[in-house]
Nanobody, 124 residues
């Protein structure tokens, strides 16, 4: 069992930056691929970024490529999402997720554990 707790969300102006953190419990964190997803009311949860268990492979949605960076620190059981050049369309609840598969995945149903989400609001 893995428990995930996100933090770092908030209100920021367009062009600004935020760094989200996701702290994981459990001794097997380093064996999980991790991902970030986001969701706005009335829409499906969408993939943002993913990272393999070792951190050697990362994947990004086209909409955030070049602006967001996912990373992980297995010693701290934490995964991060650095978000730069934020746009109003990035406004959403951001969720951290863990997959029992070691390779980074982009689909919601590939993930086994989810955090409670953290709100990110980007004002224009």
């Amino acid at each position: 069992q893995v428990q995930l707790v996100e933090s770092g969300g908030g209100l920021v102006q367009a062009g600004g930056s935020l760094r989200l953190s996701c702290a994981a419990s459990g001794r097997t964190f380093s064996s999980y691929a991790m991902g970030w997803f986001r969701q706005v009311p009335g829409k499906e949860r969408e993939f943002v970024a993913a990272i393999s268990w070792s951190g050697g492979s990362t994947y990004y949605a086209d909409s955030v490529k070049g602006r967001f960076t996912i990373s992980r620190d297995n010693a701290k059981n934490t995964v991060y999402l650095q978000m730069n050049s934020l746009k109003p369309e990035d406004t959403a609840v951001y969720y951290c997720a863990a997959s029992k598969l070691p390779v980074a995945r982009t689909r919601v149903y590939d993930y086994n554990y989810w955090g409670q989400g953290t709100q990110v609001t980007v004002s224009s």
